[in-house]
T-cell receptor, first 111, second 116 residues
Framework: EPEVTQTPSHQVTQMGQEVILRCVPI?????FYWYRQILGQKVEFLVS????????KSEIFDDQFSVERPDGSNFTLKIRSTKLEDSAMYFC?????????FGPGTRLLVL | DQQVKQNSPSLSVQEGRISILNCDYT??????FLWYKKYPAEGPTFLIS?????DKNEDGRFTVFLNKSAKHLSLHIVPSQPGDSAVYFC???????????????FGQGTILTVHP
């Protein structure tokens, strides 16, 4: 069964450094998303992406964040200058219609 | 943001019995609801969904009920199995201009433990 994959599974970085989280959505899906879950909190929406542009973004998704689909398979989330509060699990998801399928997540730790 | 609430942080059930997980929402613009199961250090796994035009959807041991007037949905698992032990999240998608790709708003999750 097709699934969403994410790399790396864990990332440790220093505050102020740039990180790129990578995702390979399910191949025939058209809509792509990033969510995050801070430890002990809800899963929160960050951004949705369709037809090579951002469809919607939350207030969390400020100028430090960007997304890109550099080729036909990858979908990336870049954080330009990480802060301590960016430490979280980041989940990529994709969908063809309403149901979103999630990847296993990248655990980001900012020191 | 309390648009989707799961008021029970945990639920403990005996194997073979019914598990009922509940979810309430406040946003009347939600048009699609989903249940996800999550194990530690893994991503949410889709279980079952329901459109706002229905009041019930069934898939094997899992049934989701939607009561739009009460803004309440529930997930029934019958019979419960020890492998069902996980965190269960309810999520809702708003109509977002009639598109399929609206963001999901999640509840806090309910930890289900099924005892052998």
């Amino acid at each position: 069964e097709p699934e969403v994959t994410q790399t790396p599974s864990h990332q440790v970085t220093q505050m102020g450094q740039e990180v790129i989280l990578r995702c390979v959505p399910i191949s025939n899906h058209l809509y792509f998303y990033w969510y995050r879950q801070i430890l002990g909190q809800k899963v929160e929406f960050l951004v949705s992406f369709y037809n090579n542009e951002i469809s919607e973004k939350s207030e969390i998704f400020d100028d430090q964040f960007s997304v890109e689909r550099p080729d036909g398979s990858n979908f990336t989330l870049k954080i330009r200058s990480t802060k301590l509060e960016d430490s979280a699990m980041y989940f990529c998801a994709s969908s063809r219609q309403e149901t979103q399928y999630f990847g296993p997540g990248t655990r980001l730790l900012v020191l | 943001d309390q648009q989707v609430k799961q008021n029970s942080p945990s639920l403990s059930v005996q194997e073979g019995r019914i598990s009922i997980l509940n979810c309430d929402y406040t946003n009347s613009m939600f048009d699609y609801f989903l249940w996800y199961k999550k194990y530690p250090a893994e991503g949410p796994t889709f279980l079952i969904s329901i459109s706002s035009i229905k009041d019930k959807n069934e898939d094997g041991r899992f049934t989701v009920f939607l009561n739009k007037s009460a803004k309440h949905l529930s997930l029934h698992i019958v019979p419960s199995q020890p492998g069902d032990s996980a965190v269960y999240f309810c999520a809702a998608k708003d109509v977002a201009g009639g598109t399929s790709y609206g963001k999901l708003t999640f509840g806090q999750g309910t930890i289900l433990t099924v005892h052998p």
